[in-house]
């Protein structure tokens, strides 16, 4: 098929190179709801307040690791219209999960769950941003980043291109 009459011609490509992402490690995570559709709750005096489907978020977050072991949750937050997650991955079994398998399942589970709840056009923004963290100094910088997230909420809210990750 030629490249431009491709549908994914333009996508770009948001996964680093190479990089196997099955590796043992920190990783900076965030997902969008389509159209940043505000659904999981609201922002009140700088702290968040998630509604029933910001806690089924909540909870199958939590209950990630119980599918994939190898998945541990350092530190995240649900906000109206996107999460932040820090995930440790450490594969020292014998089945490995890489980052795209865990986020894929999450999306899925929580999108037919949604569903189910009632919220019948939820969809997930295609893809996710993902950070590999390096070191401890960029972990701190970036918990404190999510912790202060619900502080920026109506600075950022109607201006998601404004949003400065780092």
């Known amino acids: ?3 431009e009459n491709s549908k994914y011609a333009n996508r770009k ?3 680093l190179k190479e990089y196997d992402y099955s590796n043992n490690g920190y990783y900076f995570i965030t997902i969008c709801v389509h159209n940043h559709l505000s659904c999981f709750g609201d922002v009140e005096d700088s702290r968040i307040v998630l509604n029933d489907y910001g806690k089924l978020v909540k909870d199958n977050l939590i209950n990630l ?5 190898s998945c541990e949750l350092d530190y995240f937050i649900i906000m109206p219209n996107h ?3 820090i995930f440790i991955i450490d594969n020292t079994s014998n089945k ?3 980052l795209p398998d865990i986020i894929k399942a999450f999306k899925s589970i929580t999108t037919i769950e949604l569903h189910r709840r009632g919220l019948k056009n939820f969809k997930w923004q295609r893809s996710y941003y993902d950070r590999i963290i390096r070191n401890e100094k960029e972990l701190y ?4 980043y999510i912790e202060q997230n619900p ?4 600075l950022e809210k109607d201006n ?4 400065d990750l780092f």
């Open 1 to 3: 098929m030629k490249e």
């Open 13 to 15: 490509r948001n996964r």
């Open 65 to 69: 690791n119980k599918r994939f072991e």
């Open 83 to 85: 999460i932040h997650i």
């Open 96 to 98: 490995k999960n890489s």
């Open 141 to 144: 910088y970036i918990r404190q």
């Open 151 to 154: 502080l920026r909420w109506e």
């Open 160 to 163: 998601p291109e404004n949003i």
